[in-house]
């Protein structure tokens, strides 16, 4: 199919045709045949549009509207350049296992790999795992899915890929709220503070403490920064917010309105952890990731559970990713009921994790949570392609404005 502004070799189809008719003496129907013959690839109908896909370092969706603003190129157009530029990436699904498709970011061949390096996995097993993970890239192979999309690469989850609309939350629902409308410390009536630097599990580098210099409320908005400074022994300090003993609930809907940083080794999370660890310690009381985003991968954003079936231990945590223009506000929220969990950004659901076996091993959220909120350095996860210490001169700031 012709597509004028489809990228060929570093020049647009149509001034490639409009060369052929100048200087070859073709006509525009020759032309264009030339050009649609030596340039397969920008005009196959074997590709599809794929917003999420990953285009170098920056989201298909992301490219496209680039283009829109910058080239002043169409909707249509704009995914037709990009679709050209990377044809490899828009293949229509394969038929079975194709080492080259891109899930989510990476190859599959290499998110097979790092199942059989990290997770013991054999090689077959490790490809019907990653199949399994993103059935609509191999919808020829038969995979039963389980219905839920399970992340392999510890703490990259699978691509959303429906949105749907959620009404606004009711303000006459409304049972606690900080909209941080003061100056000063957080207030103590509503948070206190995590405190240490003995890596929280995930090998994290900074040392959390109370100090205003890493948590501060000004200008309608709490601030929690990461520094790079030498502190009890470790290279960076920040902080970590609480409502454990002094908010908690059962079910609702928790929002939180915020700025994301995206230094390389920052790891920012919005998320809710048990008030009463009713089923044990970590991870089989639960923990719901409302927001987590990693400095090293921009713009992706994640929403999580873990429980004892499924967790990052296991390279079982239930989750999906969504893309977020960055440096801009978003609203992150999760509206939790007895029969599931939606996660939801800007007004938009984009996963739902349901109670479908009512065991608490899959399903512990039937008790009281609280909420955090924090910015780490590094870790297991922040830290997988290293920590730009530049980046954290002066600071790295999460803001949050309610």
């Not at 009713?278 to 987590?292: A, F, L, N, R, V």
């Given at each position: 199919m012709w597509n004028p502004d489809a990228l060929c070799g570093g020049h647009l189809a149509k001034d490639r045709m409009q060369w052929c008719i100048d200087n070859c003496g073709l006509s525009e129907e020759a032309a264009r045949e030339r050009v649609m013959a030596e340039f397969s690839s920008s005009f196959s109908a074997e590709l599809e549009w794929k917003p999420l896909a990953m285009c170098g370092e920056h989201r298909a969706e992301a490219r496209a509207t680039w283009l829109m603003s910058n080239a002043k190129l169409s909707a249509e157009a704009a995914e037709q350049r990009v679709m050209s530029e990377f044809p490899s990436v828009f293949k229509k699904a394969v038929d079975a296992w194709n080492p080259d498709v891109f899930c989510d970011g990476h190859s599959a061949s290499a998110r097979a790999a790092w199942l059989v390096d990290n997770q013991g996995m054999s090689l077959e097993?490790?490809?019907?795992?990653?199949?399994?993970?993103?059935?609509?890239?191999?919808?020829?192979?038969?995979?039963?899915?389980?219905?839920?999309?399970?992340?392999?690469?510890?703490?990259?989850?699978?691509?959303?890929?429906?949105?749907?609309?959620?009404?606004?939350?009711?303000?006459?629902?409304?049972?606690?709220?900080?909209?941080?409308?003061?100056?000063?410390?957080?207030?103590?009536?509503?948070?206190?503070?995590?405190?240490?630097?003995?890596?929280?599990?995930?090998?994290?580098?900074?040392?959390?403490?109370?100090?205003?210099?890493?948590?501060?409320?000004?200008?309608?908005?709490?601030?929690?920064?990461?520094?790079?400074?030498?502190?009890?022994?470790?290279?960076?300090?920040?902080?970590?917010?609480?409502?454990?003993?002094?908010?908690?609930?059962?079910?609702?809907?928790?929002?939180?309105?915020?700025?994301?940083?995206?230094?390389?080794?920052?790891?920012?999370?919005?998320?809710?952890?048990?008030?009463?660890?009713?089923?044990?310690?970590?991870?089989?009381?639960?923990?719901?990731?409302?927001?987590?985003?990693?400095?090293?991968?921009?713009?992706?954003?994640?929403?999580?559970?873990?429980?004892?079936?499924?967790?990052?231990?296991?390279?079982?945590?239930?989750?999906?990713?969504?893309?977020?223009?960055?440096?801009?506000?978003?609203?992150?929220?999760?509206?939790?009921?007895?029969?599931?969990?939606?996660?939801?950004?800007?007004?938009q659901q984009y996963h739902y994790f349901s109670n479908r076996s009512g065991t608490w091993d899959e399903w512990p959220f039937d008790h009281r949570f609280h909420i955090l909120l924090n910015l780490a350095v590094g870790g297991d996860w922040g830290g997988q392609r290293g920590v730009d210490e530049e980046a954290f001169k002066p600071a790295q700031c999460m803001k949050v404005q309610w």
């Open positions: 097993e490790a490809r019907r795992r990653v199949m399994q993970e993103f059935p609509e890239l191999f919808s020829g192979s038969h995979v039963q899915t389980g219905g839920e999309a399970v992340a392999a690469l510890g703490g990259v989850s699978a691509a959303a890929s429906c949105l749907i609309a959620v009404p606004p939350s009711d303000p006459e629902m409304l049972v606690w709220a900080d909209e941080f409308d003061y100056t000063g410390p957080p207030d103590p009536s509503k948070w206190t503070f995590d405190i240490g630097g003995h890596g929280w599990g995930n090998n994290e580098l900074q040392h959390y403490t109370n100090r205003d210099l890493n948590a501060w409320v000004s200008d309608g908005c709490l601030q929690i920064r990461a520094v790079r400074e030498d502190f009890e022994g470790k290279q960076y300090t920040s902080s970590r917010l609480l409502t454990k003993g002094k908010a908690d609930w059962q079910y609702g809907r928790v929002e939180a309105r915020a700025l994301l940083p995206s230094g390389r080794g920052t790891w920012a999370a919005i998320w809710m952890l048990p008030s009463d660890n009713s089923y044990g310690t970590w991870p089989k009381s639960g923990e719901i990731d409302i927001m987590e985003h990693v400095g090293y991968d921009p713009g992706n954003v994640h929403g999580t559970v873990h429980t004892g079936a499924f967790n990052h231990m296991k390279s079982t945590q239930v989750g999906k990713v969504i893309s977020a223009v960055l440096p801009e506000w978003h609203t992150y929220a999760v509206e939790w009921t007895k029969e599931g969990i939606s996660f939801i950004m800007d007004g």
